[in-house]
């Protein structure tokens, strides 16, 4: 098994501060992907990074690949209520499946 | 434009029955998987399958079974329901294993 940890478990932050969620591993991946989870709902796909060094930004919330592909950041500007949620990355070994973090489940107060 | 449709939403079971969760998805897509979700240790595969006919395990396969006989369709069926099976059960699918997977919106299942 090709263990993802991501950090912190939780965090609980004001409207407007920034914030920085980490996916850590001792494997390399070949891609990763970044969920969000709603609750009640399934996960659904935010991006996917496949270069390392990579960088991708979506809106407010920028993506990194680490050079050598085994760890990812999530950096998010300016904190809304909107992106309160459960924060899951996935890494693609090789295998025939993905392998999925611990999750960072994001609160953002009004 | 339904996705992957996953029933039952919520279940309660025996300890020692069985029973089915269906999935479905009207995307065309090969790849199929099960996930359970468990506080503090992210999604962990059950079973997976890469085309009708085939199917092969995951990290967490005993307990469960699955099929595949048709591209839309990819149940699991719990043999003899124990309480460590109480869990959210995720459908996904995707064009392949390591494309962005599609999920469902989970079945909560209890064992008591």
């Known amino acids: 098994t090709q263990l993802l940890e991501q950090s912190p478990q939780f965090l609980s932050i004001q409207e407007g501060e920034n914030l920085t969620v980490y996916c850590n591993s001792s494997?390399?991946?070949?891609?990763l992907q970044w969920y969000r989870q709603e609750p009640g709902e399934g996960p659904v796909l935010l991006v996917t990074?496949?270069?390392?060094?990579e960088v991708k930004k979506l809106k407010r919330l920028t993506f990194q690949f680490g050079d050598a592909r085994k760890d990812s950041s999530l950096h998010i500007t300016a904190a809304q209520p909107g992106d309160t949620g459960l924060y899951l990355c996935?890494?693609?070994?090789?295998?025939?499946?993905?392998?999925f973090g611990t999750g960072t489940r994001l609160t953002v107060i009004p | 434009n339904a996705g992957v449709t996953q029933t039952p939403k919520f279940q309660v079971l025996k300890t020692g029955q069985s029973m089915t969760l269906q999935c479905a998805q009207d995307?065309?897509?090969?790849?199929m998987s099960w996930y359970r979700q468990d506080p503090g240790m992210g999604l962990r595969l059950i079973h997976y399958?890469?085309?009708?006919?085939?199917?092969d395990q995951g990290e967490v396969p005993n307990g469960y079974n699955v099929s595949r006989s048709t591209t839309e369709d990819f149940p699991l069926r719990l043999l003899s329901a124990a309480p460590s099976q109480t869990s959210v059960y995720f459908c996904?699918?995707?064009?392949?294993?390591?494309?962005?997977?599609?999920f469902g919106d989970g079945t909560r299942l209890s064992i008591l």
């Open positions: 990074v496949v270069t390392g060094g």
């Open positions: 996904a699918s995707s064009y392949g294993p390591n494309w962005p997977q599609h």
């Open positions: 995307m065309n897509h090969e790849y």
């Open positions: 494997s390399v991946f070949s891609s």
């Open positions: 399958s890469v085309g009708a006919g085939i199917t």
């Open positions: 996935a890494g693609d070994g090789g295998a025939n499946n993905l392998f």
